[in-house]
């Protein structure tokens, strides 16, 4: 996305379903260190201005996110990543499958750059890919966690049998041999 747009960094957060979080799940281009920053900063309450994006399922721009960040009481985990970050607006995609959010795909731009009508609609396309990709992958583990139950209930039937079937042939051996 980064190479195709005029976005200097990307990520993808997404929400967790049981908890509301968001965790970061990939990006591109951001400093070493942001990501796990922004991590302890929504772990110890911080919710961005950008989501509002879940709620609305639509886009957000945000501009000047460097002065909007430091009037927010969480920056210190990400005050250092902020200062020397190349970039001060961020383009907020939301992840949207089947009318449920589950998460954005965040587009960072350089100050006094933010992506064009055309962008936005390339992005619009790429944010409902990553979507699909998501809700398949919840899938996919689903459809894993249900074999592997399926699998050690199985398990479970076979021993209980090869058990009942051992103890009948000792019991009929006993008496056999009584």
Request: net charge neutral.
């Amino acid at each position: 996305v980064v190479g195709s747009t005029a976005a200097v960094a990307c990520s993808v957060v997404l929400l967790n379903a049981e908890t509301g979080m968001p965790h970061t799940a990939g990006s591109h281009g951001l400093p070493e260190g942001y990501t796990a920053g922004m991590q302890a900063a929504y772990r110890a309450g911080l919710r961005p201005a950008a989501m509002e994006v879940f709620r609305t399922h639509r886009p957000m721009l945000v501009r000047d996110v460097r002065q909007i960040a430091l009037k927010q009481t969480l920056v210190p985990f990400v005050l250092r990543y902020l200062r020397e970050a190349p970039w001060d607006t961020i383009y907020c995609v939301p992840l949207v499958y089947r009318s449920q959010a589950l998460g954005t795909l965040n587009l960072y731009y350089p100050a006094g750059e933010e992506p064009g009508e055309d962008e936005r609609v390339f992005l619009g396309a790429v944010a409902d890919q990553i979507a699909v990709a998501v809700e398949n992958a919840g899938l996919f583990a689903a459809a894993q966690g249900k074999a592997a139950l399926e699998e050690r209930q199985r398990l479970a039937r076979e021993l209980h049998d090869s058990v009942s079937q051992a103890l009948y042939g000792i019991a009929l051996g006993a008496r056999t041999a009584r």
